[in-house]
């Protein structure tokens, strides 16, 4: 993991926060589940079944909001954000919300279009802690542990498939805002 | 927090798991248990049970859904042997007083709160000041953590021991992970 640098100075973060508050996101994950035939999401959902890890709807604590760069925020956020990083094109950008007491497992991003995505060598990932630090905010990759960052902290993920998980068991939604 | 060192070569923590997993008697602990349990509500005590209202109207406050949250204690010399809490006790130079095995399956958070403790004022004035020890006991599991205000414990050596800075520190654990997740703790004075 790379630390980029900070961009609270050109993002108003607590804005963009406020502003989701009141939506409802663009979709609830995980968006996948056993037997959807995409590569490798059987390595993410095998390890859930072994942990006894269970979505929200299923009665467990695996739940996490989906808002997107376009249709939940505006685009003019995502793209001051990949002029900050130097990246002039991305694929994705999104930003994660996990509400207190849930989850978002240990697992990789799997996508629809692994298999051409998995040709490309281009693909740079980066993440960016946008509230401010709060107790029981979690963002793991790989070995790595985020807690307690600046808002507007910013890193590069050594892959856009690194293994990670996001938890909260503080008293306050956790965001953290995504893109490659 | 302050890192101590390393036990791995001193008490085989594989062991100490193991047998907490073979055991199904371990304290099972929920909102409602670790009142029950607690000999506050026994004797009424209304600052006592204030302490323990405070954390648990705190998480209500938050939104938990407090039947979600739930942990197992194992104790030495009911659950694992007597010898490991001796052995450690040795090492930090501390008498114990209340020490157990910690135990957050996945999927699993126990929230943002303080250890209330039923003998703390007695304990107070019998010995003074209280210390508190963590020992990551499980080998470096990922995805699970251990959160303090300003410090998280991840991916930390089997063995490894932080004292914390007050015994009454507020504290948080979440497990995202495939294992059970394990910490030794020790709560005595010197």
């Known amino acids: 993991m790379k630390r980029i640098g900070n961009c609270s100075h050109i993002i108003d973060w607590d804005e963009v926060i406020n502003s989701l508050d009141t939506q409802v996101p663009a979709y609830i994950g995980p968006s996948h589940k056993e037997g959807d035939g995409i590569p490798g999401l059987d390595q993410v959902t095998d390890m859930w079944k072994r942990a006894g890890l269970k979505t929200a709807n299923q009665g467990g604590t695996v739940e996490w909001d989906m808002f997107l760069a376009g249709i939940n925020f505006d685009m003019s956020i995502a793209n001051k954000f990949a002029e900050f990083v130097g990246i002039e094109k991305f694929n994705s950008c999104w930003i994660s919300r996990i509400n207190i007491g849930r989850f978002s497992p240990w697992h990789w991003d799997v996508h629809d279009n692994e298999v051409e995505l998995s040709c490309r060598k281009d693909i740079r990932r980066f993440h960016c802690h946008i509230g401010k630090p709060a107790h029981g905010h979690v963002l793991i990759v790989e070995d790595k542990c985020f807690y307690n960052q600046p808002q507007g902290e910013i890193y590069e993920w050594p892959s856009r498939t690194s293994w990670h998980a996001g938890m909260n068991c503080g008293l306050t939604p956790k965001y953290l805002f995504n893109i490659w | ?190």
């Open chain 2, 1 to 190: 927090m302050l890192y101590l060192g390393n036990t791995g070569d001193m008490i085989d923590w594989d062991e100490v798991i193991k047998t907490c997993q073979s055991r199904n008697d371990g304290d099972r602990n929920t909102v409602n248990t670790v009142v029950d349990r607690s000999e506050a509500d026994a004797v009424g005590d209304q600052k006592l049970l204030g302490y323990y209202r405070q954390v648990i109207g705190t998480w209500e406050q938050a939104g938990y859904n407090l039947s979600e949250i739930y942990w197992y204690d194992y104790y030495p010399g009911t659950h694992f042997p007597q010898d490991v809490c001796n052995i450690f006790s040795k090492i930090v130079e501390a008498k114990p007083l209340r020490v157990f095995v910690s135990e957050v399956f996945p999927g699993v958070v126990v929230p943002y709160h303080w250890d209330v403790e039923d003998k703390e004022e007695q304990w107070l004035q019998q010995y003074g000041n209280l210390v508190r020890y963590v020992c990551c006991i499980d080998k470096p599991r990922f995805a699970s953590v251990m959160l303090f205000d300003k410090e998280c414990l991840y991916y930390n050596k089997q063995g490894d021991i932080f004292q914390w800075d007050s015994y009454r520190d507020y504290h948080s654990a979440a497990n995202g992970g495939e294992h059970p997740q394990y910490y030794f703790h020790f709560l005595g004075y010197k």
